[in-house]
């Protein structure tokens, strides 16, 4: 629920490398994974100095979750 409500809010998520994001979402695109404290803070540095690119990414990560955890699709699923 985190990595969701996250990329909801309009923010970039930063997540340690894991199957289960990366079954829903796309890296470079929707989120930006890590594997090391130290890969953490060299892309903190490196989007906090890029405001397109993180506000590009951003973006993508709130529209994806938008598009699959819409209203429609959850009622849709509940109900079928």
């Known amino acids: 629920g ?12 930063l997540e340690t490398k ?5 079954s829903l979402f796309e890296d470079g695109r929707d989120y930006i994974s890590f ?3 130290e ?3 060299d892309k903190i540095n490196f989007y906090l100095q ?4 993180r506000n590009e990414i ?3 990560g709130r529209q ?16 079928s």
């Open 2 to 13: 985190r990595a969701i409500h996250t990329m909801l809010s309009g923010a970039l998520l």
């Open 18 to 22: 894991n199957i289960q994001i990366e």
């Open 35 to 37: 594997t090391s404290k």
């Open 39 to 41: 890969e953490m803070l």
């Open 50 to 53: 890029n405001d397109k690119i």
């Open 58 to 60: 951003a973006n993508n």
């Open 64 to 79: 994806k979750v938008l598009s699959i955890y819409s209203r429609e699709n959850f009622w849709y699923k509940v109900l």
